[in-house]
């Protein structure tokens, strides 16, 4: 989950490296560091976030035409000055940043203690590095050979970057199951975890596939191997993101900022894919397996955090609108727990990044036995795109704020439009239904602005509730999961315990929890089971529980039950998710700010979790 940025050309290295880690820091934040080499390996690192390296390294010499950074999530060794990257081989010589972790370092390292190394740092890169010094002193190779013949020997996920004091117009990259693009400009080369840093100097660049090394030098360009020494001929993409996309625009916060770019992201969602005038309805994804999901006789969703959650809302979906069978797993347990898998099954992969690596692996195995991958991700060309035999992109843009909110409600949209597109083909939608949803999911967008002129008074919510230590979240039916999605979004940013549970389900135990001091946000945009929802509600209250609700225009009866009312506007029940889980949103950020914590970057979590 942690960031890289390197640079060979002929400018000055170090302000390119630090703007890119700010680019990237959504990726980790623990600590940063930068390798210099001007003649000589010079590294400059610290402990805490990229201003903390800034302020360091600002008398220092950092002049240099090539370079690495990185701005580190720590997997191996607590977050210090000597844990953070770059490391260092031995001899000085050698300096590399690597995301992933490498899962026999401790047999590796013990080798290289018998033969004389010494260690400074606790983390599992260090190792790395001297492997490659080792190799490289005993076979008497070059930079590129040694880094070759030393992976051949690692077991886990890598994404590395090294350099060398006696090669020092050469950058060599490598990946496996962590993501690495590479940028072509004029007379230089970038490369980084994604193409955040990059689209500032070029639009031209390459991602690696797993097993690829990458060798770029300003004399022979760039080069692409395979672990076997074979040659690769390079794919070159040109990138679409805007620059604009990637600042804050005015906005205190990036998640505030995407919040509000909601509706736009869904309507560049559905352009080109839903239109009722023209009876458009379309994903080119689902058109090219269209076989596939005909004859699927059931979906597997696979997915973590909060794409899980919307995972959870596409199993509603498309069992209430298409009548297919749906599971939903968490891609870490699914890959581990030796799951029944059938050649005519459809796996589903949702992730924002396209990295997450638990999906990745659950993906592979599901495809090693047979069946068919379709993959929903934001950004285009990153691995899980890839490896699917077909999917869709949510068309969010760039999400920077560590908790996700617009790839949240893109890929809500998406699944909307796997459950029409089935229904239809399927025959299980009636049609006066068929085209209520349609024209709804048409006025989201719209509908979205309504619901962003609450808050004002979501602030006011947040001040009454700012230093409580626990929320509780309730929803039933297409809602349950947008409580749990509301849950997450207040722990991973404001530290307040919260947890998300069906409204049944708080009588088996949760209700011991309610009292005068404990919030229930009660999701209760239902028609279905509503008389249900304020029997839950009558619970909450018989117990002096303080209940924030979450209701649409239409509803009287919990505004008179409730302590505080978001209205919301009705829509139909299964586009519900997309309104509802907006104002939470708001009710998180707004409560994190009162409390003073770092909205973007909460402490201990990164976007991209490429990690096991």
């Known amino acids: 989950m942690c960031g890289i940025v390197a640079y060979v050309g002929e400018q000055e290295a170090y302000p390119i490296l630090i703007k890119g880690l700010q680019r990237l820091a959504y990726r980790g934040y623990d600590s940063s560091g930068v390798a210099i080499c001007n003649g000589k390996m010079t590294v400059y690192k610290k402990k805490g976030k990229l201003r903390a390296l800034v302020d360091y390294a600002k008398d220092q010499d950092t002049k240099g035409k090539i370079g690495i950074g990185h701005t580190r999530w720590a997997t191996h060794g607590e977050p210090n000055d000597v844990n953070a990257h770059p490391h260092n081989s031995q001899n000085g010589k050698l300096s590399l940043v690597h995301n992933g972790i490498i899962e026999n370092y401790a047999p590796l390292k013990e080798m290289l203690i018998k033969k004389g190394h010494r260690f400074v740092s606790d983390t599992d890169t260090e190792v790395l590095i001297h492997l490659i010094e080792e190799v490289q002193r005993v076979e008497k190779v070059n930079l590129e050979e040694a880094v070759r013949l030393s992976l051949h020997s690692v077991v886990g996920a890598y994404a590395i970057v090294v350099i060398s004091e006696d090669e020092p117009d050469k950058i060599v990259a490598a990946r496996k199951s962590s993501p690495l693009v590479i940028g072509l400009g004029e007379k230089e080369f970038f490369v980084a975890s994604d193409a955040t840093p990059i689209v500032e100097h070029t639009k031209n660049v390459i991602y690696l596939n797993d097993g690829e090394i990458a060798v770029v030098d300003l004399e022979n360009g760039l080069r692409i191997k395979n672990m076997e020494n074979d040659s690769v001929t390079p794919y070159i993409q040109e990138l679409e993101i805007k620059l604009e996309k990637l600042e804050k625009e005015g906005f205190d916060h990036f998640m505030l900022k995407e919040i509000y770019q909601q509706d736009n992201s869904i309507r560049d969602c559905l352009r080109g894919r839903l239109n009722s005038k023209t009876d458009l309805l379309h994903l080119r994804g689902m058109k090219d397996l269209e076989d596939q999901f005909a004859a699927a006789k059931r979906l597997i969703i696979v997915a973590c955090g909060t794409s899980w959650h919307a995972g959870l809302v596409g199993e509603y979906l498309i069992e209430d609108l298409a009548r297919i069978p749906v599971e939903v797993e968490y891609a870490s347990e699914f890959r581990y727990r030796k799951p029944i898998i059938y050649e005519d099954d459809v796996v589903i992969a949702l992730s924002q990044s396209g990295e997450t690596a638990d999906t990745l692996a659950a993906i592979r195995m599901a495809k090693e036995q047979g069946a068919t991958i ?140 309610i009292d005068d001091s404990m919030p229930v946000v009660v999701v209760a945009t239902n028609e279905s089971a509503y008389e249900k929802i304020i029997s839950n509600i009558q619970e909450v209250k018989a117990r002096k529980g303080r209940i924030i609700a979450i209701t649409t225009l239409k509803d009287k009866i919990i505004e008179e039950l409730a302590d505080y009312v978001i209205q919301i506007p009705n829509v139909p029940e299964p586009l519900a998710p997309l309104l509802a889980t907006i104002p939470l949103q708001l009710l998180s950020y707004h409560i994190a700010v009162l409390r003073n914590c770092d909205v973007d970057q909460p402490r201990n979590l990164a976007k991209s979790v490429t990690v096991e």
Do not use: W
């Not at 560590?402 to 029409?420: D, E, N, P, Y």
């Not at 009454?464 to 809602?479: A, I, M, T």
């Open 374 to 513: 379709f993959g929903i991700c934001n950004v285009v060309g990153s691995s899980i795109a890839r490896e699917s035999h077909a999917g869709s992109y949510t068309h969010a843009g760039p999400e920077i704020g560590v908790a996700s909110t617009k790839a949240f409600t893109t890929q809500l949209t998406v699944l909307t439009l796997m459950g029409l597109i089935l229904g239809k083909k399927r025959g299980t939608i009636p049609e006066e239904i068929y085209k209520e949803i349609v024209e709804g999911l048409e006025s989201i967008p719209n509908l979205i602005k309504q619901v962003m002129e609450t808050e004002e008074q979501i602030k006011y919510i947040a001040e009454e509730f700012k230093d409580v230590s626990n929320f509780l979240y309730l929803g039933r039916g297409y809602n349950f999961p947008i409580a749990l999605e509301g849950a997450l979004k207040l722990k991973e940013i404001s530290y307040i315990h919260a947890e998300g549970y069906p409204a049944a389900e708080m009588k088996h135990g949760p209700i011991a929890l």
